[in-house]
């Protein structure tokens, strides 16, 4: 059978494992082929397939349900159910999406995108089952960098303590984004070498694969069967069973045959159980083998070579604000950065390579990261906090009540403020200003490109209370055309003047703003243009100076509780009129696409700006005039 005839799980049951294995072989090309065009989550992808195949063929979805932590190893399931056809579409707008969707299919019973939510879920729908009398099986599919996150200890001392039948599967390649980390880790690691496994990274020998341009995995199957067998009658006597798990394993998360033994016996037991798999990161793909922090997430790539198709000639923001604190850091002992499990992503390797010991990766787990760097503040060190403004979401009582009320001076750099793109509504960084704004003791700054960057950075050393700075994934240098004049926090940054309006813009929207001025030339409208990179304390001096003429605020965040509110709330306070427009997110969950047609979509690029600013000032004049 063809992966392009399978319609629905239940097509794998008849199968025999000679035509699973070509199967699997046809799942990986595909995984390859389609991420190579679209981007997305490779490596854990290709982890996964035979674990994948081996949950749709012992359980019955979607009677059964299976919920993904995480979410971005979910490709193969949708492979599986029904969205062969649509795979192409993977990540681009109006596409299917790159996690588990309950829009897209029945088989997807609860969505992710955050980390260490399955187990919590899961357990959710397993009591909801008990209450309900039914008898369907429930799984949490949760990987080993996921484990660090704390909800699942919540979770497991719950779950433990109830008794309620539930499957944990823990994905263990030994790897999060990078290498894993913490105690849990290494207590892993003890278990796989006590029952004889070597790491799996050290088995894999690489090389040829039955996919042709893929190349060909090569290990004893035989041997790992065995040692499967074996390991499953060693009882564990440590962390899952002190908690009332019964656990499993390790098994081989590629020998199909013996995780479906496990999984059947898992299937059976009547209790809370964790089958522990050990899968390799990329497996198939010899590029992706190499390296997996690369392909966990990547940009559309060639499959020959493993090269990106189109590389930016910018470095990211987050690579500049890491070697810029490197280079603070020679000087300032006091400077220490901290990552969740995204040492890559936040461009904190590039400090990390200069100074190891003075970055660390405590895990994915943000909440902990924000007070554990209150705590770094409070005895005399500078934390700076590089993470994505979508998982700071996790860290709001942290920031209030850690670091706000102690006004400790901890600075969180926020990647990935803004739209994201392709990942979609769970990482859209558009709630971060709704968070901080609000927040006594709290200065939020949004650099308009790299350049504004680096000086904010510079600043933040001299500056002894809580700061946040905001910026986007798309990389903006303005060198050339509006030269850097200086930071000086709390002053706007007036770019453009002009008498018939003024255009209030934050961070990336500067460029935007910029943009809509050149079309309102055609309109014959004069715009000012404002760069606002101090969002709080806001410039009050130039927001009253600005009376007479109409402001028009921009960002790239959510309308309700961001830029464009606190201005209006200001100039009501003041009796001053109020923004004529704003221009940002509106109340609903963006999907996912190109940056640029989202921003299409949500009405803000700047001819769709322009027109609208048009028939506002058309209507206010027309207003006057009667
Ligand atoms: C709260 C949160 N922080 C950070 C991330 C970014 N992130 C996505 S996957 C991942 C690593 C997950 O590792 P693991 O669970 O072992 O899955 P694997 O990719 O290794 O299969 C991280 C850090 C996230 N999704 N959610």
Known sequence: MHLKEVKAPADLKGLDYEELDSLAAEIREELVSTVSQRGGHLASNLGVVELTMALHRVFDLPGDKIVFDVG???????????RYTLFHTLRSFGGISGFPKRSES????FETGH???AISAALGLARARDYKGEKHAVIALVGDGALTGGMCYEALNDAGNASTKLIVILNDNEMSIAPNVGALSRYLTNIRVSKGWTSTKKKV??????????????????NWTKDAVKSLLVEEDGFFTALGFHYFGPIDGHDLKSMEHTLQLAKEFDGPAVIHVLTRKGHGYDKAEEKPE?????????????????????PSFGKTMARELAEMAREDPRIVTITAAMPSGTGLSAFQKEFPERMLDVGIAEEHAVTMAAGMAAGGMKPYFAVYATFFQRSYDQLIHDVCMQKLPVTFMLD???????DGATHHGVYDLASLLPMPNMTVLAPRDLNELKAMVRWSATYDAPLAIRYGRKSIDQGEKYPYAGFVPG?????????????????????????TREKLMNYGISAAVVNCSTVKPMDEEMLRSLKDKPIITMEEHVLVGGFGSAVSAFCVAEEIPGPLLSFGIADTFVQHGRRDQLMKYLGLEPGQMARRICYALENKRGMKHE
């Open 72 to 82: 971005h190893q979910s490709y193969v399931h949708k492979l599986l159910t029904g």
């Open 106 to 109: 029945e088989y997807d019973v």
């Open 115 to 117: 980390s260490s939510t």
């Open 205 to 222: 020998k690489r090389g040829l694969n039955n996919i042709p341009v893929i190349g060909k995995p090569v290990y004893n199957l035989i």
């Open 294 to 314: 690369m392909f966990h997430g990547t940009p559309p790539f060639y499959v020959e070579t493993g090269g990106l198709r189109t590389a930016s000639k910018l």
């Open 416 to 422: 990935r403020a803004g739209l994201v793109g392709e």
């Open 491 to 515: 002053k706007w940054e007036v770019l453009e003047q002009g008498s018939d309006c003024t255009l209030l813009a934050v961070g990336s929207m500067v460029e935007e703003a910029l943009a």
